[in-house]
T-cell receptor, first 114, second 114 residues
């Protein structure tokens, strides 16, 4: 069964600084990979996804993520954060052999300071 | 507009009083799921459904029931709620992962059981 680890529970970053959120997965083959964002009081919104092809994936709101098979990672990055990026971020993995299941990490809360 | 609608958004109830949280989607998706979100644990799948009349347990099914009589609806039933079911609940719908789909989430239902 697949699983996801987000090592950082909470990250604080200054507005305008770069942001990187880590995600490691456990799965025997190439998984489907996703990043979702949850703003306070809201549901989850898809930022980006990786299914195949180019390992650097561009998403909405200026985010990108890179799939590194050798490290079993799918880290999320943004070059310059805005105050509105303060939210909780979830990495998720889906298995190609098990289409119904989408497993989520525990989430990383991002605080943006002025 | 593609959406997943959950009701109610907020609910406070007493131990043992049966309740139902409704979920409806307008995208003709086959897959629907219920998750609960708890601090430090991320989203954990309660039940999922792959189509009408096809449901199965997720990772934390104890104390919950579901039904899928129509493709668009997937209610979550708590027959006898207990305080440990106090949580934030999300309904999600999607197509099969292999056809490059994403999961759409409802706005969430914050349940408090006293």
């Amino acid at each position: 069964a697949q699983s996801v680890t987000q090592p950082d529970i909470h990250i604080t970053v200054s507005e305008g600084a770069s942001l990187e959120l880590r995600c490691n997965y456990s799965y025997g083959a190439t998984p489907y990979l996703f990043w979702y964002v949850q703003s306070p009081g809201q549901g989850l919104q898809l930022l980006l996804k990786y299914f195949s092809g180019d390992t650097l994936v561009q998403g909405i709101k200026g985010f990108e993520a890179e799939f590194k098979r050798s490290q079993s990672s799918f880290n999320l990055r943004k070059p310059s954060v805005h105050w509105s990026d303060a939210a909780e971020y979830f990495c998720a993995v889906g298995a190609r052999s098990n289409d119904y299941k989408l497993s989520f990490g525990a989430g990383t809360t991002v605080t943006v300071r002025a | 507009e593609a959406q997943v609608t959950q009701n109610p958004r907020y609910l406070i109830t007493v131990t043992g009083k049966k309740l139902t949280v409704t979920c409806s989607q307008n995208m003709n998706h086959e897959y629907m799921s219920w998750y609960r979100q708890d601090p430090g644990l991320g989203l954990r799948q309660i039940y999922y459904s792959m189509n009408v009349e096809v449901t199965d347990k997720g990772d934390v099914p104890e104390g919950y029931k579901v039904s899928r009589k129509e493709k668009r609806n997937f209610p979550l039933i708590l027959e006898s709620p207990s305080p440990n079911q106090t949580s934030l609940y999300f309904c999600a719908s999607r197509g099969p992962l292999r056809v490059n789909t994403e999961a759409f989430f409802g706005q969430g239902t914050r349940l408090t059981v006293v």
